[in-house]
């Protein structure tokens, strides 16, 4: 969802408390990783009954499997998952972070694991390119790099933030708002969950890579993860993930 934060909560947490990431020496010594993501974030991070399941929790198992560990997984609000990195919480974060220049100063992002970006979707077909945001009020998820991108269209009268991309997409549908932005890919679903709601999708307003996070500076268990990560990508195992949940590859090019 590729969510954009100050992160100067995390910041000041990782300044402020004498916290200590367990670098991977540790983490292969418990045999156990654990791994924080929202799960509300369909098709990459959601419950399916009482299951977390999605793309990401995928993507990540697979990954978990060829460092050879175990996994335990957390779910919390987005807003919290970073700053709970910072706090020793978890040890690794896979929730459509996109990278950013501001968290890239409060966390260590590994490599991207798809490439994604920001859709304009309406009601009406008069609403579909960025200068057709002008005068119109624009929904989007709290935390989320959209809420900037949208901000820096000319003439945008406001932006409504909603604590989940549903809430963003219900004020739509419900015509209290003009226009939602959202990851190109949950638009996507929606639309083929709903396709006689009316609601259409309308330009890219920006392009993003998104990535796993550790704690900044626990470079180590980047780097392990970043080597499953290829080798999970070169043997086509994120391949046939992605097209179960996208019918193509999102990896990045």
């Not at 969510?3 to 100067?8: D, E, I, N, S, Y």
């Not at 299951?51 to 499997?65: C, D, F, M, S, W």
């Not at 226009?179 to 890919?185: G, N, P, Q």
């Not at 500076?217 to 499953?228: E, H, R």
Request: positive net charge.
């Amino acid at each position: 969802m590729n969510m954009f934060k100050t992160l100067a909560i995390a910041t000041a947490l990782c300044a402020g408390v004498a916290v200590q990431a367990r670098p991977l020496a540790d983490i292969q010594k418990s045999g156990t990783i654990l791994l924080g993501s929202e799960g509300q974030y369909a098709p990459f991070n959601f419950f399916k009954g009482k299951q977390l399941t999605g793309y990401e929790i995928e993507v990540a198992e697979a990954v978990v499997k060829k460092m050879g560990l175990k996994f335990e997984w957390k779910t919390v609000g987005f807003d919290a998952l970073l700053t709970g990195l910072a706090q020793d919480r978890w040890d690794l974060v896979i929730a459509s972070h996109a990278i950013t220049e501001d968290r890239s100063r409060a966390v260590t992002f590994t490599l991207p694991h798809y490439c994604s970006g920001g859709i304009i979707v309406s009601m009406k077909p008069e609403v579909a390119k960025a200068a057709d945001l002008a005068g119109k009020v624009v929904a989007v998820q709290t935390g989320t790099t959209y809420l900037e991108a949208v901000k820096k269209v000319p003439g945008v009268k406001d932006v409504k933030n909603f604590p989940t991309d549903e809430a963003a997409r219900n004020a739509l549908a419900s015509s209290r708002v003009d226009a939602w932005v959202t990851d190109r890919f949950v638009a996507k679903e929606m639309l083929a969950k709903a396709p006689k709601a009316g609601f259409r999708t309308g330009d890219m307003l920006f392009v993003e890579q998104v990535a796993a996070a550790v704690a900044k500076g626990n470079q180590g268990l980047a780097d392990a993860w970043n080597k499953a990560l290829k080798e999970a990508i070169a043997d086509g195992t994120v391949g046939a993930i992605s097209k179960k949940y996208f019918q193509e590859d999102v990896t990045c090019k």
